[in-house]
């Protein structure tokens, strides 16, 4: 195998998205698939915490668009303890699995659910090389999913609360998801 092939094997990061329907107190799973498209903010977000501070007293910062469609700036790091994680009245910063009905091509330029439907408060965790992401949602009705956003909460100091902001956004195959049904939806970034 030449170096090439090989390179192309290791270290490719893998998103993925499980959806799974409750039933007689287990989980079936009934989709799986590949999601490909990070938006901007998750670059963005990515180089402000890997970014080499010049001084102990270096602030940093990055501009991203809220899922509202705001620029704003959000402190990945200051020398007072401020960062993008600011826990402040009551307020902590949330992780969302957001579903919507639109199969509008994503971009990278995405900042939130075309056609959104319904945000799920996800659970973070991190075990074997993956970060799992996953919520539950019955819906009231019967609906067909054909987006799903990953989003997260972060603190905004000059306005002093939080936001949120879009991080991924994919297009899947039609999934019908019926009413007074239980599912969790989880998403997998993993490095292979």
Known sequence: MSGREAKGREGAMKVLLRIYRHEHGRKVLEREEKLNTFVHNFGKLLEGILRRAATQSETHTVDLITTGGETKTVVVKSPNGTDLFTYTSGMYSRTYIHLGRSSQTPTRDDTTCIDPYARIDGDTLYADGAV?????????????????????????????????????????????????????????????
């Not at 799903?148 to 195959?173: M, P, Q």
């Not at 009413?179 to 998403?187: P, R």
Request: aromatic share 10%; proline share 2%.
């Open 132 to 192: 799992k992401i996953s919520g539950s949602h019955t819906p009231s009705e019967d609906v067909v999913i054909r987006e799903v956003c990953l989003e997260k909460e972060f603190y905004v100091s000059a306005d002093a609360i939080n936001h949120i902001f879009c991080l991924l956004r994919a297009v899947i195959s039609d999934f019908t998801m019926y009413a007074n049904t239980t599912y969790t939806v989880e998403i997998t970034i993993s490095l292979s």
